[in-house]
């Protein structure tokens, strides 16, 4: 039987200065049906990975295939479908304390790990690493898109191979959780990260073997790997399939033994339930909203009142059930309740402008329109572009039909999947329809990368000296109860400033054969993809 990971204790209060202590955490004979060793894995990804860094993308597609072969210092602990900051998990830290007032978060590092070229990991490599994404490396990330979540970090300290800190300009509890997401793995110090756009060295529990981009992706297991007994499958395959109808087809016939977030929709559900009544089916939240990027850089957008008018005339309630099936929540910027912790209420969402009644939002936004100089003879002309994906194109398409109603005549322009987000980074578009997926269900990792002034992935350059102050202050709060307010009236300006129309919340139909073992979904579909535990009951 093998055993767990390092799992350090809690402490009530995040700030006390505290050094957990480990234990060895071991499955209680009988609780579960005895893991089987061997097997090999078949996922599908419905488009190619733009690269195999992680560091330098902002997809699920090169997230979801790439973290078997990483490793964290920390993650949010792989049983639980609610992911929080109270349950993390070691992975490359066996412990971890706070000190200076919470201005110092020092890891104690685990001994005896390898990379897969066989290199030994030490302290140097994790300083390398977020060195590198802050940007205080003489290296440089082709994109770096998360740098701003660590614009609070003054230095990385490393005393010997196996103690690092992180020393903070100001307390900042949430750095944790985003040091626990899939967008944070550890990169070696001894490789150049161009090369990881083509070849993943870690040292997670599986290798790469081969990667044929548009066609498959073939990790075997890494028979190093630091966690005793781990992993149990011989292998993982994904293969790239883009068709919807495919992927279904592949999954009903047994060719794949489970789809990805983020790709399925009611009716693949019901086809393939229909067509295997045991399929499990685990319905969560992916963590991602589908929203509006209005280039605030160029005419109209520049003009508050025709980005209030594209707000109002998006009938959330009619987005819900035709764009995304059913499957999804309304909400402002967070995500929220019972889906996520700081997200505004269903009452608080249904105050904010765009959520009332749909022909009076609609008659309201053509008289913005007609303000801002356009109307039934002069009608607004905008290119309305989004990602190839058809998860994203059926939203587009919706959208344009909504725009169309209030006089604004959208021309759809569909991007490939592996120059959307570097067309996004660019600002090369007019109206944008995305899906932006926050991997922490933190407020900092969603506002300092989406909402601040300058962040490389506020898309839309919205920027508000106030709104900034508040993000700041929320950010260094230690009380809950009072970060929690600042949220809300963070998340309500942003919603009632346009700064990124959100039409929902997406839910996902996560689906995968029985025997699939020990594969549970989270909240947020970034953070659960390390394969380190499942098995097959074949």
């Not at 997230?63 to 949010?76: A, D, E, F, H, K």
């Not at 998860?391 to 959208?410: K, P, S």
Request: charge should be neutral; hydrophobic fraction near 40%; charged fraction near 20%.
């Amino acid at each position: 039987m093998g055993t767990g990971r390092f799992r350090p204790c809690a402490a009530r209060a995040w700030l006390l200065v505290f050094l957990c202590t480990t234990v060895w955490i071991a499955l209680a004979p009988g609780s579960a049906p005895a893991q089987k060793y061997g097997g090999t894995l078949r996922g599908v990804v419905f488009e190619s990975w733009p690269s195999l860094s992680i560091h330098e993308e902002a997809t699920i597609t090169t997230v979801w295939p790439v973290s078997p072969m990483y490793n964290n210092l920390v993650i949010y602990d792989p049983a639980r479908k609610v992911e929080s900051a109270e349950h993390l998990v070691g992975e490359l830290a066996e412990s971890w304390a706070w000190s200076d007032g919470g201005k110092r978060l020092t890891f104690h590092l685990r001994h005896g790990v390898k990379w897969h070229d066989g290199k030994p990991f030490t302290a140097a490599d994790v300083k390398y690493t977020f060195d590198l994404v802050r940007g205080a490396s003489d290296k440089r990330l082709k994109l770096n898109p998360r740098k701003v979540w660590y614009e609070n970090v003054q230095d990385i300290a490393v005393s010997g191979d196996y103690e690092v800190a992180f020393v903070l300009k100001r307390p900042q509890p949430a750095i944790l959780s985003m040091l626990a997401t899939g967008y944070s793995p550890v990169y070696p110090a001894h490789i150049d990260p161009a090369e990881l756009r083509t070849r993943a060295v870690g040292t997670g529990p599986f290798r790469l073997k081969e990667a044929a981009p548009d066609q498959y992706l073939l990790m075997e297991k890494n028979p190093d790997y630091f966690v005793k007994g781990r992993p149990y499958l011989d292998a993982i395959r994904y293969v790239v399939i883009k068709a919807r109808s495919a992927s279904t087809a592949a999954l009903i016939s047994g060719d794949i033994d489970m789809v990805m977030p983020a790709m399925s929709t009611r009716e693949m559900r019901d086809q393939v339930v229909a067509a295997v009544p045991g399929m499990v089916v685990q319905v969560v939240s992916l963590g991602a909203s589908d929203n509006i990027l209005l280039n605030t850089r160029k005419a109209p957008f520049d003009n508050l009142k025709v980005r209030q008018a594209v707000n109002l005339a998006l009938d959330r309630k009619a987005a819900i059930k035709a764009a995304s099936e059913g499957l999804g929540v309304p909400g402002g910027a967070l995500l929220p309740p019972p889906y996520g912790r700081w997200g505004l209420t269903a009452e608080e969402v249904a105050k904010l402008p765009g959520y009332g009644d749909p022909a009076q939002d609609k008659a309201q936004a053509r008289q913005l329109l007609a303000a801002a100089g356009y109307g039934p003879g002069t009608p607004l002309k905008v290119t309305v572009s989004t990602r190839s994906s058809q998860l994203y194109v059926d939203v587009a398409t919706w959208v344009v039909d909504q725009l169309r109603q209030v006089g604004i005549e959208g021309t759809l322009e569909i991007v490939e999947s592996g120059v959307w987000f570097g067309r996004l980074a660019r600002r090369e578009f007019q109206i944008g329809i995305n899906q932006t997926g926050v991997a922490p269900d933190d407020p900092d990792g969603n506002l300092f990368e989406n909402y601040s002034c300058g962040s490389l992935r506020n898309y839309t350059d919205f920027c508000s000296k106030e709104v900034e102050a508040l993000i700041l202050q929320q950010s260094q709060e230690l009380d809950q109860a009072k970060r929690l307010k600042l949220v809300h009236e963070i998340d309500r300006r942003l919603q009632v400033e346009v700064a990124r129309p959100i039409l929902d919340h997406r839910l996902d139909p996560f689906m995968h054969w029985p025997y699939v073992r020990n594969l549970v979904a989270h909240n947020s579909n970034y953070n659960w993809a390390r394969m380190e535990s499942v098995w097959l009951d074949k």
